[in-house]
């Protein structure tokens, strides 16, 4: 397991739609923790129920699209999202401005929803988080700044330890790890009957990530900055 804690990559510009994200997920989620009883009514209503999607369609449901976005399960899949979206997301923002970017970061979520609905269509098991937003930053980043340095922890028993890796190894094996545990979740009966990650909102959000980072205007061209570059 590898933690990515730090880019070596600055930007250009102030992240603004990064910071306003991060924000309003965070606010969100300690709303979540005052709800008390009615947090699962909450879940019921705002996250993203495949089955809902396919079966019932209309306008509340398909809006859970986007609400679902903004919800997390836990501090630690907050505080996860939130530290992946703080690393790599500010850069993707540099090359496509504010507002191509929060574009971007939608459409990615709703490639993971649909990515999500395509292979749990019969789900009752509410989906929620940003995860498959991020996962489409994740793939900006590597094509874009496939050997930018990025720091990770990596936990070795009781220790620690921090290493410097580029971006195509930290990435690639994180979208390796997706794949072989999508596969796994579809072929392994115990998987396939239990809640959980929902491996294929990464991997839908990832490739339509990869998809839209091509065709999408840049405001700049990606280069890899140092520290030193602003001096």
Known sequence: MIIPIHDDNPTQTISWATMSLIIINVT??????SLGSGLDMFIKEYA???????????????????????????????????????????????????????????LC?????????????????????????????????????????IDVAIPIFIFIKIIRLPAIIVIGFWFFLQLTSGYAAITTPVMQSSGGVAWFAHIGGFMTG?????????????RVRHRKDRY
């Open 48 to 106: 993203m129920t495949p089955y809902l999607i396919v079966q019932f369609p209309s306008i509340s449901t398909y809006l859970t699209l986007i609400t679902s976005i903004f919800l997390h399960g836990g501090w630690i899949h907050v505080i996860g999202n939130m530290l992946y979206l703080w690393i790599f997301g500010n850069n993707i923002e540099d090359v496509l401005g504010h507002g191509k970017f929060l574009v971007f970061y939608f």
């Open 210 to 222: 990869l998809l839209l980072i091509l065709i999408f205007p840049k405001k700049r061209n990606p």
């Open 28 to 33: 969100i989620f300690i709303y979540e923790l």
């Open 109 to 149: 979520g709703l490639g993971g929803a649909i990515g999500h609905i395509i292979f749990n269509p019969t789900s009752t098991i509410p989906s929620l988080g940003a995860s498959g937003a991020i996962a489409g930053v994740l793939a900006a980043y590597l094509i874009l700044y496939p050997l930018a340095t």
